[in-house]
């Protein structure tokens, strides 16, 4: 994991531009995913203090991204966390590494006393990343989200600092 660079710009592309990504990700996520998204993805986050959004690379190749968003008003000390990683590298444990250290950074970096991530109820791969991270399963918000046509469940996971 590293900060994001501007030289990332065609490796995002690359690993973005998929259906099977973008299928279990807001639609704030482009699909397709081109140069101008990744342009002004990059724009939007490099050289941005604090830095809450993050590369997933492997050998200094941007092969993902994951980042959290503080929340306001009564939730302040809470944070949504959100990840996602190219297709070819799924299944490796790559991502669980990643929101393991963004968690830690996370926590050790702001105010915050809660992480948590929703999980498209169609993507028990994420749930499982999450859990083998250390979050825990808090409940399911039933039909709460519209994908690609289709009213689904969204799994809710949650880790606490003390």
């Known amino acids: 994991m590293r900060s994001w660079e501007w030289r990332d710009r065609d490796a995002i592309v690359r690993h973005a531009n998929n259906r099977n990504v973008w299928i279990n990700l807001r639609d704030r996520f482009p699909h397709p995913y ?34 959290y968003t503080a929340q ?15 297709e070819e590298y799924w299944g490796r444990g790559i991502a669980t590494e990643a929101l393991v250290a963004v968690t830690k950074h996370a926590f050790t970096n702001r105010d915050l006393c809660r992480l948590y991530a929703h ?9 499982r990343v999450l859990e083998k991270a250390g979050y825990t399963f808090e409940g399911r918000l039933r039909k709460s989200v519209t994908k690609n046509g289709q009213t689904i469940d969204q799994l809710i996971y949650a880790v606490v600092r003390d």
């Open 34 to 67: 081109t140069v101008t998204d990744a342009r002004n993805w990059l724009d939007s986050v490099v050289g941005v203090t604090p830095e809450t959004n993050f590369a997933i690379t492997l050998a200094d190749e941007a092969i993902g991204g994951i980042g």
């Open 72 to 86: 306001h008003d009564v939730d302040y000390r809470s944070a949504e966390i959100g990840y996602w990683l190219g």
């Open 119 to 127: 999980v498209f109820a169609w993507n028990p791969a994420s749930a």
